[in-house]
């Protein structure tokens, strides 16, 4: 079995392949685990090179196998990081082309239901059915326009002969005035006096002149 048979379970010839989620799945689970191995590493490394500075000057051999073994862990942790770049990439590939098939599938699942209900859907009746709701609305409309229409107020009367039959009147009328005017003319009006009237005494005015201020007097007390 190969290594991703091994990392993925897949078995040999007429073996089940895993699923896109279960591959994204073991693919997180392995960065996981590459993960907490880099922080035992860079763990193993402070400890190696805490090592070799306690035992620089007192024992020299022990320093340099301490930082052999940091080199070590220092090449596998740049392994570690290579690997994780790669699956990575890789889990975000699978990611993208799992979100595309779903995608793709959700697409043709709404293009059968579209197909569906278009099925028993004819275009010719489509066409006549919004026919006959134009017509319908054409005829709705002309019968509100019939309904508001005023019948028997004077529609069958012309205007023209109205103003006519108004203009005579108004001659009539005018005519009447003249008429009325020109009679008063030939009333004889009473002659002039060629005497002046005698004056009024004098007490009979005054009298007369305190009647009009009592009048005045009351007409105001009145008001």
């Known amino acids: 079995m190969s290594l991703f048979g091994k990392l993925f379970g897949t078995g040999g010839k007429g073996g089940k392949s895993a699923t896109p989620q279960e591959a ?7 960065e996981e685990m590459l993960t907490k191995k880099q922080d035992f590493l860079e763990k193993k490394i402070e400890h190696e090179l ?7 000057t007192k ?8 930082l052999k073994r940091k080199k070590r862990y220092e090449q596998q942790l740049n392994q570690i ?5 790669t699956i990575e990439f890789q889990r975000e590939a699978l990611e993208n082309a799992n979100t595309n098939t779903e995608v793709l599938k959700n697409m043709g699942l709404a293009a059968a239901a579209m197909k569906a209900a278009h099925e028993n859907m004819d275009i010719d009746k489509v066409d006549d059915l919004m026919q006959d709701i134009t017509e319908q609305q054409e005829l709705a409309r002309e019968i509100s326009d ?20 108004l203009e005579e009147l ?13 009679g008063t003319e030939n009333v004889p009006l009473p002659n002039v006096p060629s005497h002046s009237l005698p004056a009024r005494p004098a007490v009979q005015k005054k009298h007369e002149e305190d009647d009009d201020d009592m009048k005045d007097l009351e007409a105001w007390a009145a008001n």
């Open 59 to 66: 024992n020299k051999r022990a320093a340099l196998q301490a």
């Open 170 to 182: 108004e001659q009539e009328e005018l005519d009447k005035n003249l008429l009325e005017i020109a």
């Open 81 to 85: 990081d290579g690997t994780l770049s």
């Open 146 to 165: 019939a309904i508001s229409k005023p019948v028997g107020f004077g529609e069958e009367f012309d205007e023209d002969d109205l103003l006519a039959e």
């Open 50 to 56: 805490i090592t070799a500075k306690k035992n620089g």
């Open 24 to 30: 994204i799945q073991r693919l997180r689970d392995t």
